[in-house]
């Protein structure tokens, strides 16, 4: 099953003995995560629902917990020292999802906990600005970040019942059409940082049209964890290494903090509204 989610596709096609392999995306080939030959897989113990729990929560945990500090530096110590770990941050986030992907370093421990805690910079910063806090707005921040907390928890927990009773079906129709959606929403966002650049921030003014751009961008997150679902439960059923979790817990971190985000701008544009 093809997954939209760059990180997770590059784990989930069949290679040789039900190996994953790469897939292209964005019209580049991405890495590949090969299994052991059947002979080895005897000494390397199989990846279970718990390694995947387990390794999720412990990179959302530095994720959080270095939002928490970029969060605090920017809101007792320094704005300007917070602003530039969050670029530092967001940088840095990108730059080791493109080395995971396309440099098969899946199921690294150290590639997903360098991203969450680069991601967890990003996080704290971008909370800081979008919650209002540092334009004066200390009441309403710690509750419009609760609120896109539990939104994204909700949404999550929401598809994952959904995945289980078979709600929606993950085909490959499916993931094309939901690969094609990203990748247009990739595009316009890209567009939209070269039209701001000109003073025409027209997909992150706070108006009407942000408000749709944001409610697609949710709407695509959330059907892009049906699809991480199904790859992990392939990997699961194809009887992949343990350590093969720390790239799915990878893949799942990325559409969290997407969905997270997009969730907080569109609170705060309602609440500016």
């Not at 990108?94 to 150290?110: D, Y």
């Not at 997909?203 to 009407?208: E, K, M, S």
């Not at 199904?230 to 997407?258: H, Q």
């Amino acid at each position: 099953m093809r997954s939209s989610n760059p990180v997770m596709k590059t784990l989930t096609h069949p290679n040789g003995h039900g190996a994953p392999q790469g897939d292209p995306f964005l019209g580049t080939q991405a890495g590949q995560y090969s299994f052991p030959p059947m002979e080895q897989r005897s000494t390397e113990r199989p990846m279970t629902v718990d390694d995947v729990v387990t390794k999720t929560g412990i990179t959302l945990a530095v994720i959080v917990a270095l939002g928490i500090v970029n969060f605090a530096i920017g809101a007792t110590v320094s704005y300007s020292l917070s602003s530039m770990l969050t670029i530092v941050g967001a940088i840095g986030g990108l730059i080791t999802v493109l080395v995971a992907t396309f440099g098969r370093k899946f199921g690294s421990a150290a590639v997903t906990l360098i991203y969450a805690a680069f991601e967890g910079l990003f996080v704290g910063g971008i909370s800081l600005v979008l919650s209002g806090f540092v334009f004066g707005r200390t009441v309403n921040a710690g509750l419009l970040i609760g609120q896109a907390v539990l939104g994204t928890v909700g949404v999550f927990l929401g598809m994952l019942f959904v995945y289980k009773i078979g709600a929606v079906k993950v085909t490959p129709k499916f993931t094309r059409i939901l690969s094609a959606c990203l990748m247009g929403v990739v595009v316009l966002a890209l567009g939209n940082v070269v039209l701001s650049l000109f003073g025409l921030n027209l997909l992150r003014a706070g108006g009407l049209l942000s408000i749709i751009f944001s409610l697609v961008c949710i709407g695509l997150a959330a059907a892009s964890f049906l699809v991480d679902f199904d790859s992990a439960d392939e990997m699961i059923r194809a009887g992949a290494p343990a350590k093969a979790a720390w790239g799915i817990a990878l893949g799942l971190a990325v559409t969290l903090v997407w969905l997270y985000t997009e969730i907080l701008r569109l609170l705060s544009i309602f609440q500016q509204r």
